[in-house]
């Protein structure tokens, strides 16, 4: 059993540090996605178009783009290129989510329990997801503030807060608080 655990590990980093030299390289280079067929939020569908990326943002959309020689060359034909999907409620990434000491916690801020190495960062990339409102749990009537974080697996945490985004606080009624902090006693 010792044998298979330490050999699924090694494999999980591989796979973990391979990701990361990807995200790295791809931020360093230029990445050119030829012949996709791009989804937009305001111009409808734009079939057959490349799409150019500089230091990780978009540089250009349109046909036939040219790119520099050590670019990331990607052949998108017959794939779909959308934009990023924002999750407005999320607890992906956090290393605790509820603060049961009192019924209002108000005062705690999910920020200070990020995890940047979390899975499921990984996997919210994978599903298209890039930006997330991420929230205190339903435990109390009134939670903890949110953060809004863009994803960016394995960096550090810093990276991740979208700059300038809102703060709010969780409100929660019903049967999750009800259920956490039970009833009040009567009389």
Do not use: W
Not at 92 to 113: F, G, R, W
Request: overall charge positive.
């Amino acid at each position: 059993m010792k044998k298979l655990t330490t050999f699924f590990l090694t494999i999980l980093f591989f796979i973990t540090a391979s990701s990361i030299s990807v995200y790295a390289q791809a931020q360093k280079n230029e990445v050119l996605i030829r012949n996709a067929t791009v989804l937009t939020a305001v111009r409808g569908t734009l079939p057959n178009t490349d799409i150019l990326i500089q230091n990780g943002k978009i540089a250009k959309i349109g046909s036939n783009l040219k790119a520099s020689a050590n670019a990331i060359i990607i052949d998108a034909t017959g794939k779909f290129v959308s934009p990023g999907i924002i999750d407005c409620h999320s607890h992906t990434m956090l290393d605790a989510i509820n603060e049961v000491s009192y019924s209002v916690t108000s005062m705690t801020d999910v920020h200070d329990v990020l995890n940047p190495t979390d899975i499921s960062i990984y996997r919210a990339l994978a599903g298209g997801v890039t930006t997330a409102n991420l929230l205190h749990g339903s435990a109390n009537p009134i939670g903890g503030r949110n953060t809004v974080v863009r994803y960016k697996y394995g960096r550090p945490v810093e990276e991740f807060v979208f700059p300038g985004a809102p703060m709010g606080i969780k409100f929660a009624l019903g049967e999750n608080p009800k259920r956490i902090g039970g009833n009040p006693a009567p009389g």
